[in-house]
């Protein structure tokens, strides 16, 4: 039976507050008005930026409103859409993204629409019309990252979609594309820009760090290295290219991440670094350990708690240094097909990155596996019926 024109009550997560309770709730999911799509999802990866508000300090992006579903790394089977929306349409598989298209700003015409502003400001609700996407227990329920993609269906703006048009993918693996595999890849290819033959650091070796490693690799370079508190993690970092490790917490008293990387580069530092982490001890780690030169490249790309600062040499400025960010590895919707062929021709191996897959019911306990660091990357299905 048709649900078109029509809201639908399903299963998904809701995040009522800071810090919690995350409980699995029945919502209301409002039917799509103007340029609005709804989605029925497959599958969810379980992204660390999903814990800003649920395990962390919150707000790292912005005051949130509650309750809201969380999630925004989905793919998933367009079930309606509105009005003037022309990109895709009923059946049509797609991945929803944390970020919006517009083409009207000026962000878009000078084609870094990964930073579309229009896009930003309809994160929680609808901005052109005011609606709330979803509702609980009878009362408002907003969305995360304007994706939500922790419930059995979503609603976004049509510009937040991308019609998958391979169709031999499963929609249970290439979710990990709306998010970490791409940022993370994309932060070694795009943002640091790393080169054949070049010595390369990077901090953090979950599943950003580990795909910018492997991005590293296609690039041909060198020397990579892996530097994290859990020295478990380094058998499996051989797996997608790394060559040398770093565990702060194993170095002799008074020797520093920095110290050990030079160590490892006859006193030069590294022409690269991709830092995947948050914290700024690291993130300013990932500038020391340059070497001083005009091609040198610090991609930071690990999500900040609020209002984290850290001190840069002046010095290091002067010699042409460059230190940057970047959403989403610097990829545009237009480079989705290019990504997803590269895991069609097993150039990126999606099964290196997924240790578990889990019901909607079991969220709170990849949520909490994922804060621990027992896990890379949890996949949430929503509809287990589903077959390629």
Not at 54 to 69: H, K, N, R, W
Not at 104 to 112: A, E, F, N, R, T
Not at 205 to 233: P, V, Y
Not at 373 to 379: D, H, M, W
Request: proline letters at 4%; one cysteine or more; a negative charge.
């Amino acid at each position: 039976m048709s649900n078109v024109g029509e809201s639908i009550d399903c299963r998904a997560a809701v995040l009522w507050a800071p810090k919690g309770p995350l409980t699995v709730e029945m919502i209301t999911v409002r039917p799509p008005s103007r340029c609005e799509v709804r989605v029925k999802i497959i599958a969810s990866g379980v992204c660390h930026s999903d814990l800003i508000d649920y395990s962390e300090s919150g707000m790292a992006l912005g005051e949130s409103m509650f309750p809201y579903v969380p999630g925004h790394e989905g793919a998933g089977i367009v079930e309606s859409i509105g009005d003037n929306v022309t990109n895709v349409t009923i059946g049509d598989k797609v991945l929803v993204m944390f970020f919006g298209k517009c083409e009207k700003c000026s962000d878009c015409d000078k084609g870094i629409a990964n930073y579309c502003g229009t896009s930003m400001l309809n994160a929680q609700i609808n901005i052109e019309t005011s609606e709330i996407p979803f509702t609980v227990k009878g009362e408002p329920c907003y969305r995360l990252f304007g994706a939500s993609t922790f419930s059995e269906y979503t609603l976004v703006e049509a510009d937040r979609v991308v019609k998958i048009d391979q169709e031999d993918v499963d929609l249970r693996k290439i979710c990990l594309i709306a998010c970490g595999i791409s940022t993370g890849y994309g932060s070694a290819v795009n943002i640091s820009r790393v080169t054949k033959g070049s010595s390369v650091a990077i901090w953090g070796l979950g599943t950003l760090g580990l795909a910018a490693g492997l991005g590293a690799d296609h690039c041909e370079a060198s020397m990579i290295i892996g530097i994290d508190l859990n020295s478990d993690k380094f058998p499996i970092a051989k797996k997608f290219g790394f060559t040398h490790f770093v565990n702060p917490n194993e170095l002799e008293s008074g020797k520093t991440s920095v110290d050990a990387i030079k160590d490892l580069t006859s006193g030069n530092g590294v022409d690269h670094t991709v830092c995947c982490v948050g914290a700024t001890i690291a993130m300013k780690e990932a500038v020391e350990s340059l070497v001083p030169k005009v091609t040198s490249r610090a991609a930071l790309v690990g999500l900040p708690v609020p209002g984290a600062t850290f001190p840069i040499s002046a010095a290091d400025v002067f010699c042409g240094i460059t230190i940057t960010g970047g959403l989403y590895g610097n990829y545009r919707h237009e480079d989705i097909p290019g990504l997803i062929d590269l895991v069609r021709t097993d150039k990126i191996d999606l099964n290196k990155f997924i240790t578990s897959n889990r019901p909607l019911e079991e969220i709170k306990e990849a949520f909490d596996d994922l804060s621990a660091s027992k896990v890379l990357r949890t996949i949430i299905v929503l509809d287990e019926n589903y077959s390629t």
